[in-house]
């Protein structure tokens, strides 16, 4: 299994970024996906959240700014971000959970500069 993520950078304040999360060895549809955020010094959290039926989730630090999405045919994840911010700034995963097993990517990093 392998959750290859990209399209991170370096973006002003109010820029967009979109990352990609290409997996292979999973049955795409059938996993529940996120992406999550790292930030120094902070927890890692949850930013969007895709269950396998299609509901997305997202916290308020994010919502109405981010945008979670698949295309099944390519396997492969998106996080669409507008309004970047400084507080956005951190090393984004993407994740594939079903049952008991888990998998991530390798993290793509993030910087929004003010």
């Known amino acids: 299994v392998q959750l290859q993520a990209s399209g991170g950078g370096l973006v002003q304040a109010g820029g967009s970024l979109r990352l990609s999360c290409a997996t292979s060895?999973?049955?795409?549809?059938?996993?529940?996906m996120g992406w999550y955020r790292q930030a120094p010094g902070k927890q890692r959290e949850l930013v969007a959240g895709?269950?396998?039926?299609?509901?997305?989730k997202y916290p308020d630090s994010v919502k109405g700014r981010f945008t979670i999405s698949r295309d099944k045919a390519k396997n492969t994840l998106y996080l669409q971000m507008n309004s970047l911010k400084p507080e956005d700034t951190a090393v984004y995963y993407c994740?594939?959970?079903?049952?008991?097993?888990?998998?991530w990517g390798q993290g793509t990093l993030v910087t929004v500069s003010s």
């Open positions: 994740n594939a959970r079903r049952g008991g097993f888990e998998y």
């Open positions: 060895g999973i049955v795409f549809g059938n996993y529940a």
């Open positions: 895709l269950t396998s039926g299609g509901s997305t």
